[in-house]
């Protein structure tokens, strides 16, 4: 047995192609997922089945998936050391995700913040799914046995309710899921909108100055950043109740890979003119690699059309494993 060698613990996260995938979703999440893949063997999806609890346009759902597909990888998902596939292509997680609903509370789903949040937001079309979408999220991360899930402080309570079936399943069958960790960066993992520092960056929002899609070209990335809403201020300091400039000292934080304190004294005396420009100037210098890599692989499309087939075969026979192991737990008859 010494010299077995130990199998790697497993990160999985995935993402809606429900839009254009902002600077919110790489430094809150997509970062980790690439970071873990040192450490883990990852499990990243996109998860285009959540994307339709809102009414998506078919084409713009094809393209948007397409797109975040070749996107991830150019950001740094790695196929050697990752598995990477479209949520629909692989039919366990609508099955698991159905068993899953028959031990979760109503009155568990019923207090989702995102739940009432997003129906008080569309009220003509509050469906099912919108209210069930965190089984199907649970379904996503228990199909892979995932010890750790790198996401947004957004999804923290999605992922409790996640630990929360699991357990309840664990408690009436015996050991049937891994019970998984959040993975939430300490810096990071809320980034807010530029046009209304006080909600987050979101892919669903209306106003288009709110946010950065990665694939924003340089002179769209500097307009944004110069019209980020601030304060009445001068001073450039990270301090409770500047919601603007500390969203700002963040993004630039991280992607010139300097700290706070350090951004702070970079710009000490500064005016606001002289930094949103800086920060614009880091966010595309930081985005070019990103942008001219997805430039190659959605240029070929055969290519990328059999990297999906192949990582969706093999996320079938990994979940197909832990769905089978369910179905015997719970007594369904063997296929
Ligand atoms: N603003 C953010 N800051 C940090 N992390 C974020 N994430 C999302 N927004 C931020 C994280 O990104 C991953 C993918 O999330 P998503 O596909 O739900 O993206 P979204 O932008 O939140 O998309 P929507 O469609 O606009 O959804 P709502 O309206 O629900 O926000 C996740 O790990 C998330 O935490």
């Known amino acids: 047995m010494a010299n077995q060698p130990q199998k790697r613990k497993i990160s999985f996260s995935g993402i809606q192609a429900s839009g254009d995938i902002h600077l919110g979703n790489y430094l809150g999440a997509i970062k980790n997922w690439v970071a873990l893949q040192e450490q ?164 669903s929002d209306d106003n288009p100055k709110a946010a950065i899609a990665l694939l924003d070209t340089k002179d769209v990335i500097m307009k944004k950043f110069k019209s980020a809403v601030t304060d009445s201020e001068a001073e450039i300091v990270y301090r409770e109740g500047k919601d603007g400039i500390n969203n700002l000292l963040t993004i630039y934080s991280i992607v010139t890979g300097k700290d706070i304190p350090a951004a702070e004294k970079e710009f000490s005396g500064m005016g606001y003119g002289v930094f949103k420009p800086a920060v614009g100037e880091a966010v595309a210098d930081f985005l070019a690699p990103i942008q001219k890599r997805f430039d190659e692989l959605y240029g070929d499309k055969a290519q990328l059309e059999q990297i999906y087939r192949e990582n969706a075969q093999k996320a079938a026979e990994e979940s197909g494993k832990t769905l089978r192991r369910v179905y015997d737990k719970i007594g369904f008859v063997p296929r």
Not at 127 to 151: C, K, R
Not at 178 to 192: C, H, L, Q
Request: charged content about 20%.
């Open 40 to 203: 883990y063997s990852g499990v990243y999806s996109i998860v285009d089945m959540h994307a339709i609890t809102v009414r998506q346009d078919p084409k713009s759902l094809r393209d948007n998936t397409l797109r975040a597909y070749a996107l991830m990888i150019a950001c740094g998902i790695d196929l050697n050391k990752s598995i990477f596939f479209i949520q629909s292509h692989v039919p366990a997680h609508a099955e698991l995700a159905w068993a899953l609903g028959c031990y979760t509370p109503f009155g568990e789903l019923g207090r989702m913040t995102q739940f009432k949040d997003k129906s008080a937001k569309g009220e003509d079309n509050i469906n099912a799914g919108l209210f069930t979408y965190p089984i199907l999220m649970a379904s996503d991360i228990l199909l892979y046995d995932a010890d750790v899930v790198p996401v947004g402080e957004d999804q923290k309570q999605h992922l409790e309710l996640s630990r929360n079936i699991a357990l309840r399943v664990n408690g009436i069958y015996g050991n049937v899921f891994k019970v998984p960790e959040a993975f939430i960066p300490k810096v990071g993992g809320r980034i807010m909108s530029l046009a209304d520092p006080t909600k987050k960056m979101a892919k």
